[in-house]
């Protein structure tokens, strides 16, 4: 029978880390660590092309990524014609 309460029911605890994540993340790091210097020296023997490539794809996993955002277009009846009256005051304080 499904679960049409919006409960859970067993599972992770809500906030609890799941083992195999925090696993292959601490896996990562650790390999990550060490072929820190094989990476760079790699890295460095790239072409230009292949460098910003690679430069650009590791820029997700440090900053941010910007959500798109959607323009409307405005259809307001904007005015076609402006006219300008220039009155030239002179004053006379005699």
């Known amino acids: ?3 049409n309460t919006g409960r859970k029911f067993g599972g992770r605890k809500k906030g609890s880390t799941n083992v195999v994540t925090k696993q ?3 896996l990562l790091a650790e390999f990550m660590q060490s072929n820190y210097s094989t ?3 790699r890295l460095s023997n790239l072409n230009d092309r292949d460098y910003c490539s690679n430069y650009i794809s590791l820029l997700k996993y440090i900053m941010p990524t910007l ?3 959607e323009v ?3 259809k307001e009846k904007l005015p076609t ?3 300008f009256e220039i ?3 002179n004053h006379n304080n005699n």
Request: aromatic letters at 4%.
């Open 81 to 83: 014609k402006v006219e």
């Open 87 to 89: 009155i030239h005051s």
């Open 39 to 41: 990476f760079l020296e």
């Open 24 to 26: 292959s993340k601490e």
């Open 67 to 69: 959500k798109a955002t």
């Open 72 to 74: 409307k277009e405005v």
């Open 1 to 3: 029978m499904a679960n």
